[in-house]
């Protein structure tokens, strides 16, 4: 399980990931694999310090005036409080992870594993430290990766000013969006090829307000259309110019405080935040007369040498302010090789994507130009940096100071003492690890992982220090099956914990990634508070309940794709919920008055078998057939991640076969003999009627156990209300099994194989019951055309050609009576020879006039049209709105005819008009047409 952020709250993000999880967790479980699905939390470092800080300033106090350790007792204080909240919501979702075995990031196990992932990696030197440009965030004060920051176009304006050349009185005009970091500018840039300023390449210039000289330089990288086609240079305040600075040798001058105040290098600027240098300087330099207006080459700058101008502005993804690019000393991991790896692995078919057309080209990209990752945050709450600093006795002044890599304290002094004598003092670094750090570790931290590398599963199963961790689990569940989440952590997380797992492990830690969408509402657009277009799950659940939104989410989502979730389509899955439950209580009204040993008998305990299908009658068999058909189609589709072509077609079924078919002919069924039945009738009923009890029961249980996965709350309780084995659904048997099968001739185990139960049908069944489905079909769409009152049953000659449809329509003729609304006295059933005609057969002669339907080879209906209508009352009916459409068409004829109409009015009008008269006389010729039928 992804792990949530420990003092978060369910949006619906989690919740579609919590559902299609569940759905994966349940089905295998059912399938009788060792299934293991894990939750946990995470620390979430930035968030949760954040949340606690402004929790300290409403009590006007802050984190710095408390200390480090107060503060830390004051987060875990707040993680007590609220971190169980997110636990419990995802509960209410259904979640069926195993709960006994919940995680969180900073539990000591997970903390041990964090540091020994740092030393491992510090030891093959892919962990190093160093300056170099980083995201800075002002407000946290700490270091944030590149996927931390979010990029927004926002509307801004370009400054345009002069440099001065030292000599000779020119100048090079210059454009920048941040005029504050003019005071750490280290050159000005143009193009080697631009005829404008090849001239000047080399010379000095001063840098404004100041008596700084930098030099002119030229590179390729320049856009000579951009601005005026020359760049400042600030390679300490900007990602672009600090390659070009590392390029050219050039100095980093940083001229901003942590806070991105400005700094003592600013002069008389100082102390300034970098929004008020900004202005300050862009007013200084106005009034020196440095300020650009342009020339004929540039359009719409101002007088003052300003314009309008739309920029991507970085901004952090948990505070929103405006990221600062900053040279700062950090912790990084070498990417490269471990890109590499995770690259290959899914090059190579180790690691599925799915779906891969989309998203293995975007992860060949980002890991194929990756960045190093800078790890160390300047935060308090998180995992701290395993790296202590060594201050000698008599330590030489400037030198840099030493450092030990350890996994304790007192690892570290041991080191330390070795090298470099007693006496030593040790320092902690103060930086915490990203958390995104103990998050790529999950797969196998969670499971055992270093412990069973460390000893054998028997020998530390009794050490009370790791006896939370159960023996052979990292060889047992590692590496993992799938992974399922959200397609924007794929580089956060996803990417990291593949590289962490191939580095560490030399395993994938998982086979299969499986991406979803995001969730949107109805319209597509991204939910924000600001928007009010949110919908909050939990609200949703307490109204239409956890099973609709759970199905809603699955059934409307394909991978990668996102999902447009509208309030509509969970309340169309609630009266979903409603129909399953009313023909539950239905089939508990079928089962009222059986005594124990006959409910018993009616518990399904495995598939149903080629004999029992084989003696049931035809309705029976079809649906038998259909839901063994179903049940495969589900199984094939879950077991290739077709979550929601899956659930869809357990919905189908259940709503369009079992419910308004098999339900119905159920009905007939059930009925009693009568009082005057003979024995054998009643003998005939009983029996049809142990059929019916026991296709019900065995069609819904195992409907309700191939809906389980994805309605768990529902199928649970409709469960319960049957006869069955077993104390819960969830842990029943899928209904179409693994078996085992040996590929040797000796029978070795090594060359057993699970292949697929095959689950009986009948096809001659389906197809004869397709039949009469078809003919019921027909008779309602011809009551529909003759509007034949819904309560009134209508007489119906059927001619079958075919023995077995006759046989069939014979035997079932209160099923075709119930659903085709048809009089039972009134119903003709005639086996004719392929040869012979309408006309030809006395009971039709004798009907007089009748609709005559074909429904397919060999399978004809006529209905009595005196059946279907009163005849006096439907010409009367006719004759009425025949007249009335006669006056609407000489109505729309006249005004046709007018020429102050025709002349006059818009053409749009006319038009439409004429359209009018056309619908008209259509309808007009549709009544008497019908009238001539009639008459």
Not at 95 to 110: H, I, N, Y
Not at 231 to 250: E, Q, R
Request: with cysteine; proline share 5%.
């Amino acid at each position: 399980m992804p792990p949530p952020n420990v003092t978060g709250y369910l949006h619906m993000g989690h919740a579609i990931f919590i559902a299609l999880q569940d759905i994966m967790s349940r089905f295998h479980r059912m399938r009788g694999r060792p299934t293991l699905w894990l939750p946990g939390t995470d620390h979430a470092g930035i968030a949760t310090q954040l949340s606690v800080e402004r929790q300290l300033a409403k009590e006007g106090t802050s984190r710095l005036e408390l200390g480090r350790e107060a503060f830390l007792d004051k987060v875990w204080q707040w993680k007590d409080e609220k971190g169980g909240y997110i636990t419990q919501q995802m509960r209410r979702l259904g979640a069926s992870a195993d709960w006994s075995r919940e995680k969180f990031t900073l539990q000591p196990e997970m903390s041990e594993a964090v540091t020994e992932a740092f030393v491992r990696l510090h030891e093959k030197g892919l962990i190093y430290r160093g300056s170099y440009m980083v995201n800075w965030s002002p407000h946290l004060q700490t270091a944030v990766s590149d996927l931390e920051v979010e990029h927004s176009e926002e509307q801004s304006t370009l400054y345009f000013f002069k440099y001065m050349l030292v000599e000779g009185g020119e100048f090079i005009p210059v454009a920048t969006t941040r005029p504050e970091t003019i005071l750490g500018d280290s050159a000005v840039c143009v193009h080697p090829d631009d005829v404008r300023y090849q001239h000047h390449i080399g010379k000095m210039v001063r840098v404004p307000l100041s008596d700084r000289l930098i030099p002119v330089i030229a590179d390729e990288y320049v856009d000579r259309e951009f601005g005026t086609g020359a760049l400042k240079i600030t390679p300490a305040h900007d990602v672009n110019d600090y390659a070009l600075g590392k390029k050219h040798n050039l100095p980093l001058i940083s001229i901003m405080n942590k806070d991105a105040s400005i700094n003592e290098l600013g002069g008389k600027y100082a102390g300034l935040s970098r929004e008020q240098c900004r202005i300050d300087l862009w007013c200084d330099l106005v009034q020196a007369g440095l300020a650009y207006p342009g020339d004929a080459s540039l359009e719409g700058v101002s007088s003052t040498g300003t314009k309008a101008h739309v920029q991507r502005v970085p901004r952090s993804q948990r505070g929103g302010e405006v990221i600062e690019p900053m040279v700062s000393k950090q912790w990084f991991v070498t990417t490269e090789h471990m890109a590499q790896r995770a690259v290959q692995a899914v090059r190579s078919g180790e690691i599925a994507i799915l779906p891969a057309e989309r998203f293995e080209k975007v992860w060949y990209n980002w890991l194929e130009n990756i960045h190093d990752w800078c790890i160390s945050r300047q935060l308090w709450w998180g995992h701290r940096i395993p790296v202590y600093y060594v201050t000698l006795p008599t330590g030489s002044a400037g030198a840099e100071v030493p450092y030990i890599v350890a996994r304790s304290a007192e690892e570290a002094r041991r080191i330390a003492e070795e090298k470099y004598g007693p006496g030593v003092v040790l320092t902690q670094d103060e930086d915490v690890l990203d958390t995104w750090f103990s998050s790529g570790l999950w797969p196998f931290a969670t499971v055992g992982w270093p412990h069973q590398e460390i000893a054998p599963a028997a020998s530390f199963s009794a050490s009370p220090t790791v006896s939370s961790v159960p023996a052979g689990d990292l060889a047992r569940f590692y590496p993992a099956s799938v992974l399922e989440t959200g397609y924007d952590i794929l580089f956060f997380w996803v990417a990291r914990m593949v590289m962490l797992g191939l580095e560490l492990t030399d395993q994938v830690p998982f086979r299969t990634i499986y991406l979803h969408g995001l969730v949107r509402d109805a319209q597509g657009q991204k939910m924000s508070k600001t928007k009010g277009n949110v919908m909050d799950p939990l609200d949703t659940i307490d109204k239409l309940g956890a099973d609709a939104l759970r199905y809603t989410l699955v059934t409307g989502s394909t991978p990668g794709n996102d999902v447009p979730l509208a309030m509509e389509k969970i309340e169309g899955n609630r009266n979903f919920v409603n129909k399953l439950w009313n023909a539950g209580k239905y089939i508990q009204i079928c089962l009222a008055g059986l005594n124990p040993e006959e409910l018993a008998a009616l518990a399904v305990r495995g598939p149903m078998n080629e004999a029992e299908l084989t003696s049931l009658p035809v309705p029976e068999r079809f649906i038998v057939s259909r839901c063994h058909e179903v049940a495969t189609r589900v199984t094939e589709s879950l077991e290739a991640h077709g979550f929601g072509e899956s659930g869809r077609l357990v919905h189908d079924f259940l709503w369009d076969e079992f419910a308004d078919w098999y339900v119905e002919a159920s009905k007939v069924r059930m009925r009693s003999p009568g009082p005057n039945a003979s024995a054998e009738e009643t003998a005939r009923y009983h029996l049809q009627q142990r059929q019916t009890r026991r296709v019900l029961v065995y069609v819904w249980d195992t409907c309700m156990r191939l809906l389980h996965p994805f309605m768990p709350y529902l199928t649970e309780t409709l469960w319960q209300l049957i006869p069955h084995d077993g104390e819960s659904i969830m842990l029943a048997d899928w209904p179409q099994m693994q078996v085992i099968s040996s590929a040797g001739e000796e029978g070795d185990a090594s060359d057993a194989v699970g292949v697929e139960s095959k689950l009986v049908l009948d096809v001659e069944a389906t197809k004869n019951f397709g039949t009469l489905q078809a003919l019921v079909h027909s008779i309602r769409n011809a009551r529909a055309e003759y509007n034949v009152d819904a309560g009134k049953k209508i007489p119906c000659i059927l001619r079958l050609q075919r023995p077995a449809v006759h046989s069939l329509m014979q035997n079932e003729r209160g099923i075709l009576a119930l659903l085709g609304r048809v009089d039972d006295t009134q119903l003709q059933i005639l086996p004719v020879s392929s040869s012979s005609t309408g006309n030809d057969i006395p009971e039709v002669v004798a009907a007089g006039p009748c609709v005559h339907l074909v429904v397919e080879e060999g399978v004809e209906v006529y209905l009595p049209q005196a059946g279907l209508i009163d005849t006096v009352k439907e010409k009367l009916r006719l004759g009425k709105q025949a007249e009335k459409l006669r006056k609407a068409v000489e109505g729309m004829q006249t005004r046709l005819q007018s020429a102050g109409f025709v002349d006059r009015a818009p053409a749009h009008l006319v038009e439409e008009a004429r359209n009018n008269l056309r619908d008209l006389q259509e309808q007009l010729a549709t009544v008497e047409k019908s009238l001539e039928a009639l008459n």
